[in-house]
């Protein structure tokens, strides 16, 4: 097969992975009511999940983990979070306001802060995909505490002393409709999706958090965002998390 066969064939799994099977039965949980709009595919790399597929248009954002099965999404008037496994067939509900990643709490266990508490103020522009990418950094006032946190020994030096992150408002979305993707990565708010995040600890040295590899446009109809009827309601999102999915995300938080 020629590289361009290669390339049409790459497109149609992440097509499957994040919408995916056309047949799947489904019920109004999720279910926006909308037409077919345009949208965007992209492929994601995070330090907490691995490759995340993330599918966003006005009518919805969808983020899909390949390995854990795990789909997060929301809907207008995104004020809800929904998430569900199709290994676990469960589902879970939170108003976005009390969304939290999934990860939060065995990335508290194994570092003294939380990434997300970080004050971030704006430091430019940048372009992305032919997105105007906003630059944000975390403030000089949280470099000095992480410095002095550091130096009296209080967190390890694998802790963020500085934090970058590159986001967009160019999908035209209501403001907050990026804060649950901000929280499922356990990053600071910011406006916008973020698609490029980057730390350096208090070693400085550098460490990518989240990074936005490709880019596809496609459309989306609301049935993209629908999940299956038959899932069973969960009463936390650690409920519908892999056991080994967690057990290989806590391998990545050092000492």
Not at 161 to 176: C, K, M, N, V, W
């Amino acid at each position: 097969m020629d590289r361009s066969g290669r390339s049409v064939t790459y497109i149609m799994a992440i097509m499957i992975a994040v919408t995916g099977p056309a047949t799947i039965s489904t019920s109004a949980l999720a279910a926006p009511q909308a037409k077919i709009s345009d949208g965007w595919i992209i492929n994601q790399k995070s330090q907490l999940f691995g490759e995340q597929l993330l599918l966003i248009s006005p009518i919805g954002i969808k983020s899909a983990n390949p390995k854990s099965s795990m789909t997060i999404l929301m809907t207008p008037p995104f004020e809800t979070v929904t998430a569900y496994n199709d290994q676990t067939k469960s589902v879970f509900q939170t108003p976005v306001k009390t969304f939290r990643s999934p990860m939060q709490k065995t990335y508290a266990i194994f570092n003294s802060n939380v990434l997300g508490e970080a004050p971030m103020e704006k430091t430019g522009t940048a372009r992305l995909f032919g997105f105007t990418m906003v630059k944000y950094q975390s403030t000089k006032a949280y470099d000095m505490q992480q410095a002095r946190l550091r130096k009296t020994d209080h967190i390890p030096s694998s802790n963020p002393r500085i934090i970058y992150i590159q986001s967009t408002e160019d999908f035209h979305l209501p403001a907050g409709a990026g804060t649950a993707q901000c929280r499922l990565y356990g990053l600071p708010l910011v406006p916008g999706i973020p698609l490029q995040v980057l730390t350096k600890d208090n070693d400085l040295t550098p460490a990518s958090v989240l990074q936005s590899t490709q880019c596809i446009k496609t459309k989306v109809s609301p049935n993209d965002f629908m999940v299956p009827h038959s899932y069973k309601r969960v009463r936390s999102i650690e409920e519908i998390t892999k056991s080994n999915v967690t057990e290989d995300a806590m391998q990545l938080f050092g000492p």
